[in-house]
Nanobody
Framework: QVQLVESGGGLVQAGGSLRLSCAASGSIFSINAMVWYRQAPGKQRELVASITSGGRTDYADSVKGRFIISADDAKRTVYLQMNSLKPEDTAIYYC????????????????WGQGTQVTVSS
């Protein structure tokens, strides 16, 4: 079994910052990539930022220069530092981890966190 626990969401004024965390635990053999998505009311879920096991990062154009994704391999935790927040960043943020478990070491699957609400007031 694999668990993803997110934290760090909340209410912040425009221009402020928040740091999201997502910790993976359980029978994890290997992690391939860790990704943050978000879903605003009435909109489709969109990719925000990703980081691979090799450290390569990628960002949605809408957050480039404002958000930073990082990971602590030892803690199996991915972070999303969100700066210069805008009202349009308001959404539920989900982490997604592509990983293989000890019971299936060559098969990678995606696991989702429960989501954390980020609200940016104007």
């Amino acid at each position: 079994q694999v668990q993803l626990v997110e934290s760090g969401g909340g209410l912040v004024q425009a221009g402020g910052s928040l740091r999201l965390s997502c910790a993976a635990s359980g029978s994890i053999f290997s992690i391939n990539a860790m990704v943050w998505y978000r879903q605003a009311p009435g909109k489709q879920r969109e990719l925000v930022a990703s980081i691979t096991s090799g450290g390569r990062t990628d960002y949605a154009d809408s957050v480039k220069g404002r958000f930073i994704i990082s990971a602590d391999d030892a803690k199996r935790t991915v972070y999303l530092q969100m700066n210069s927040l805008k009202p349009e960043d308001t959404a539920i943020y989900y982490c997604n981890v592509n990983l293989a478990t000890f019971s299936s070491r060559t098969w990678y699957s995606n696991y989702w966190g429960q989501g954390t609400q980020v609200t940016v007031s104007s």
